[in-house]
């Protein structure tokens, strides 16, 4: 695997994750993230999570009234990897306890999930579950045209991108109007998006008018951009002006699956991918070209750095744990998304205690 | 960002069906009381008006004058027949608009239990609103979207010079044309059918709609509308303390026309074994699960797409857990160990089989649900082949399975015009040496498709009318077997079942191996 995962052991990861969850993992950002303000009620304590545990056993339905309770249940169990569902109308841990009819997912975040192996049409360096330096520029070429579309034609504003910590990314549309769509609303957007059609029955993967949807548009000048440097480069592709079709093929074919439902599952931010030890963690969107998935903290890098820096500050005010390692730089773009995130909120908190006061 | 003042005054929207016209959103349930008889009788009509609606989409372009002389005709004999009548006040009137309300909610409780009910009641609705707007007069379509709050102000020509060549390029229409035409600023979730077809040019949240295709927008809000009530009325039916009067009525309405779901009925369970799947796909797989099968026997994978799609088509005919288990992990594990397709893809399967999760028991996908949802993407073999299927590489795979040209011609004009359905029906015509046009009744369901084919070779769906020699040697000139094949379609089973024996038994050795 030309992945360097540098000190990392598989073998090691039943003893890292206590320590990992118990010092490392950020519960606070992570249920303001959640919590959305508690502007809604309900809106964490009814969100479900799945854990899966050592020898793959798979427990869905976990839900947690609090950040506290959270904390507590993730210590407790250190799943090698934690999902998170829809938020349902009764609380998921009790979802025996009503019909299953009524028990139903109300809302979740819109998700895209991009895998490398996707691309496997297009890339010639490696395939399946491999990466290189050399091909992950299409990962960065797909973020760039599927972030440029979700605000500037659907007019979404908090997206969370997520390293999925060997192949993959993923994207959390948190707007309000993202987490109410319905399956309908996902669909339109899922396909709106994906320019490449058809499975291995259809000839022409992409479809192309002579003249374009504004948005395919945006997208042939963004992997314009990136064409020379990528195709000659890095894939030895003819760097003849023809071959521009296809390398439309980079645009994103993203999971349209996980994307339609509200009731899909998808990793969790801040889990560890148990194959490469690595963070699943943000990424900035606006700083795309310079994440490097191969710099990536793995579990055994952030947990030996805890133990080489000092606990404390030079003013000695204890800081958090994660902000003393590699992980920090990553929690500065989490708490780049929050901030932005609460302003949402915070007008209609006061919007509903002065309701309060006048009636 | 903030679309609470996209409609106007959309919060003080006042609910009522009280419009002056008779084509509505149906806001408010009916509060008359309606008699048992009056009841069932109510639901049967409306039932009748949407399997017409049903079979007219089937048969002709929606936009047909056949498909308005079709529904037309079928609606003569029915409580419904001035429903398509020019708005006049005449005395019917009100008890017609009674009789559309009623029946409206009735079906509405009949269908709303299943996802698969669901979907067609919410399809067959929805193409019977666009048939009754399309008919009205340009008037009366502008009153009704004053009526009921969609009226949406037109962009300013300012406004409009600025995005004239995205709009140009939506409509791909001139520049020039864009300058004259009404266009409207909607939020992109009141028009996500033009928005999954990219035939809308969106910015910042908005839509930007030409009056063309309001109609459009209307069929968005009023899908999301029924949507809506269609799952709140599932979720409340469990809670309906109801005599034990009306429930099996709805059960029964609800059986009415989705025709069964196949679920795997007891008796079933077990006619099916692993070893038996590739002799059946060649006789009697509709052509997706054909594809789906040898797709799996070349990659010794399928993706999720496909492993939903063609599991449960299985399970569907009578394939056990066990013999399921036996099935995939076979020919999967030419690939990966065993190891890994227990842990990978066992879960799954026994989930389809209601053995975990949430344990429902899973039913096969019908066709609506393969041709409308989930379209294949790269590597994905599932889906609809004559949707997903490029017409011409269709037509040469279909021509190498030696379909003759008169079968192949029909299916692929029928392709062409987006009915699937009639496409497979004709392609089953072929497969079974049956005469063109033979089955009355198209396939819905891909068990359907099998149960059908099992019965026609099993001599049970003889042919009776044979009357047109001519044409079905026509069609065989191109198949090998012609010969013997004519005389009777006995005599060709016969000669692929022993084909197929040797098949299975190689397959056997080498998996077993």
Redesign the interface.
């Known amino acids: 695997m030309p992945e360097k995962t540098s000190s990392y052991d598989p073998e090691s990861l039943p003893d890292l994750l206590p320590i990992y969850y118990k010092k490392l993992f950020p519960y606070g950002p992570y249920f303001r993230w959640l919590n959305y303000g508690g502007v809604e009620k309900n809106c964490f304590s009814h969100r479900e999570f799945s854990f899966t545990l050592k020898d ?1 056993i ?1 427990i ?1 339905y976990q839900s947690f009234s609090n950040e506290k309770d959270l904390t507590e249940e993730i210590q407790k169990r250190c799943p090698y990897k934690i999902d998170i569902g829809a938020i349902f109308s009764h609380r998921p841990k009790e979802h025996k306890t009503v ?4 028990f ?1 997912a109300l809302k979740k975040e819109l998700v895209f999930d991009i895998d490398m192996t ?1 691309y ?2 297009v890339r010639s360096c490696c395939s399946g579950a491999d990466i290189c330096s050399k091909c992950w520029p299409l990962m960065q070429i797909a973020i760039k045209i599927i972030d440029r579309a979700l605000r ?6 908090h997206l969370l991108w997520v390293y999925s910590g060997r192949r993959g990314v993923h994207c959390w549309v948190c ?1 309000e ?1 993202a987490r109410k ?2 399956q ?2 996902r ?3 899922a ?2 998006l ?1 320019v ?10 992409v479809m192309l ?1 002579d ?7 945006s997208a042939i000048d963004i992997v314009r951009k990136r064409f020379t440097d990528y195709a000659v480069k890095k894939q030895d592709f003819l760097g003849d002006d023809d071959k521009i079709k296809d390398v439309l093929q980079l645009i994103p ?1 993203e999971n ?2 996980v994307s ?1 439902g509200v009731n899909h599952l998808l990793k969790s931010p801040f889990c560890i991918h148990p194959k490469t030890g690595r963070v699943c963690v943000p990424i900035d969107p606006d700083n795309v070209d310079s994440f490097d998935a191969f710099k990536v903290p793995t579990i055994s890098e952030i947990v030996d750095e805890l133990n080489h820096v000092e606990p404390t500050s030079e003013d000695g005010k204890r800081i958090k744990d994660y902000k003393r390692t590699s992980m920090k730089g990553y929690m500065e773009i989490f708490d780049k998304f929050l901030t932005n995130l609460e302003k949402t909120w915070k007008g209609k908190l006061i919007e509903q205690s002065g309701k309060l006061t006048y009636d | ?1 903030d ?1 609470s003042t996209r409609r106007k005054g959309a919060k003080k929207e006042v609910v009522t069906n009280n419009t002056s016209q008779k084509l509505q959103f149906y806001k408010i349930p009916p509060t008359e009381t309606v008699s048992l008889h009056e009841f069932e009788e109510f639901a049967l009509e409306r039932l009748k008006v949407l399997k017409a609606i049903e079979t007219a989409g089937e048969k002709f372009v929606k936009t047909s004058s056949e498909y308005e002389a079709y529904v037309r005709e079928q609606l003569r004999n029915t409580k419904f027949s001035k429903l398509l009548k020019s708005e006049k006040n005449d005395e019917n009137d009100s008890e017609l608009r009674s009789l559309d309300n009623v029946s409206h909610f009735i079906l509405r409780l009949a269908y709303c239990k299943s996802e698969e009910a669901r979907r067609w009641f919410r399809q067959q609705e929805l193409d019977l609103f666009r048939f009754r707007f399309s008919l009205m007069s340009e008037s009366l379509k502008k009153k009704f979207l004053v009526e009921n709050n969609l009226h949406y102000e037109s962009i300013s020509d300012e406004e409009k010079s600025k995005i004239q060549e ?1 709009l ?3 409509s ?1 229409k001139g520049t020039g044309v864009v300058e004259s035409l009404e266009y409207f600023k909607v939020h ?2 009141d028009v ?2 033009l ?4 035939k809308v ?6 839509a930007y709609v030409a009056y063309d295709d309001m109609i459009s927008l209307l069929i968005g809000v009023y ?2 509308h029924l ?2 009530a269609l ?1 709140i009325t ?2 409340a ?3 309906l303390e109801e005599d034990e009067r009306l429930l099996p009525m709805l059960s029964g309405l609800s059986k009415r026309y989705l025709g069964s779901d196949y679920d795997v009925k007891k008796s079933t369970v077990g006619q099916v074994t692993a070893d038996m799947i590739d002799m059946l796909s060649k006789k009697s797989f509709p052509l997706c699960m054909s ?1 789906l099968h040898s ?1 799996m026997r070349q990659n010794h994978h399928l993706r ?2 496909g492993r939903q799609q063609y599991g449960l088509f299985l399970k569907g005919i009578g394939l056990s857990l066990d013999e399921a288990m036996k099935f995939w992990r076979s020919e999967f594990t030419k690939l990966i160990d065993v190891d890994k397709f227990d ?1 990978q893809y066992s ?1 799954n399967i026994r989930h389809n089989y209601g053995k975990e ?2 344990r ?1 028991d899973y039913t096969p996908y019908s066709c609506m649900k393969i041709i409308m ?11 609809c ?1 004559f949707k ?3 017409v ?3 037509r040469q795979k279909l021509k190498n399975m030696t379909i003759g040209d008169v079968y192949l011609d029909k299916i692929i004009s029928e392709v062409k015009a987006g009915r699937y359905n009639v496409a497979c029906t004709r392609y089953f015509e072929s497969v079974h040496k049956l005469p063109l046009e033979y089955q009355a009744q198209t396939f819905s369901h891909p068990n359907q498709y099998f149960e059908e084919s099992q019965r026609t070779l099993n001599g049970e769906n003889k042919p009776v009318g044979i009357g047109t020699p001519q044409r079905s040697q026509k069609t065989m000139t191109t198949t090998s077997t012609e010969n013997k094949s004519q005389n009777k379609t006995k005599s060709c089973i016969e000669e692929f079942d022993t084909m197929d024996d040797d098949f299975d038994i190689n397959e056997v050795i080498e998996t077993s191996a």
């Open positions: 793959d798979y869905r019909k299953a009819s009524s139903v996707d496997d049409d500037d034609d659907f007019g979404f504003e707007d109007t769509l319905s309908p609303g669909t339109a957007i396909e709106y994906s490449v059609k058809g499975g291995e029955s259809q000839t022409r993967k008018d003249r374009p949807h504004p948005s395919i548009t074919e349209v699956n339609k | 960002m679309f995205q140009a390029a939506v791909n992109f979730t996500l059918d928005v999954q077809k990219r040019y969106l910015h910042k949240g908005h899908r999301e949507s809506q799952a599932a979720r039916i469990p809670h594809h797709s999720h797409g842990k879960y999760g949430k429902a949802s989930n379209a294949p993407g790269p590597g994905d073999s599932h889906g082949p997903h299927t490029d011409d590489l269709l």
